[in-house]
Structures are given as C-alpha cells and as structure tokens.
Nanobody
Framework: VQLQASGGGLVQAGGSLRLSCAAS????????MGWYREAPGKERETLAT????????SVADSVKGRFTISGDKAQNTVYLQMNDLKPEDTAVYYC??????????WGRGTLVTVSS
C-alpha cells in the first residue's frame, strides 16, 4: 500500500485546511486509516482514524470540535478537515493505513504551518 498525503501549507491562525491521503496498491486490504502529527520536540500524536469497513471515525480529544476525518472509499482517500487552526497545530502531518494482516504503512508527511 502506498500513501500520498497532500494539502499542507501556510495558513493564518483561525484559518482552515483540508488534508488528503490517497491510498494506492492493495487498497482492498486496508481496514483502518489515520492521521497523525509530529511537532518539533514532541512525540507523534494520533489525531483521527477512519475505519474502511463501517466508516466509523474517531477524533482525539485535543482536536475534537476543530478537526474532522472523513473518507471516500471509492477514491481510497481519507480527508482531515482542520478548522480554527492555531499556531500550536504547526507540525508535520502524516497518514497511515493498517491492513488486515496488521502491517502499518506510512505516507510522507505534509507540513502545516499556522502563523499567529
């Protein structure tokens, strides 16, 4: 499975961005996709997950109410809608996918910079 994340960039505080993560390859084996971020000097943080089977979603409490995850199964793509962005949201954002056998694949990150 290959993952291509996009949509990062520079935005002012209070603005919005939508990140996309497109999967290719053996996409039929994917059971879960998720978004994570890593800020300088901080551990990687789980943000949201999307279940390919039943489209169930989960969002971390730290971003709940501002971030939303959604998926387009036909396009094998998950999205992370980020609203009311804050400078502390500045980080490299990654997506990953977990397949039925348990292997986890990671895409290259996309940088989000929020200016104050």
């Amino acid at each position: 499975v290959q993952l291509q994340a996009s949509g990062g960039g520079l935005v002012q505080a209070g603005g919005s961005l939508r990140l996309s993560c497109a999967a290719s390859g053996r996409t039929s084996s994917i059971k879960l996709m998720g978004w994570y971020r890593e800020a300088p000097g901080k551990e990687r943080e789980t943000l949201a997950t999307f279940s390919s089977g039943d489209s169930a979603t989960s969002v971390a409490d730290s971003v709940k109410g501002r971030f939303t995850i959604s998926g387009d199964k036909a396009q094998n793509t998950v999205y992370l809608q980020m609203n009311d962005l804050k400078p502390e949201d500045t980080a490299v954002y990654y997506c990953n996918s977990q397949v039925r056998l348990g292997t986890i694949y990671w895409g290259r990150g996309t940088l989000v910079t929020v200016s104050s």
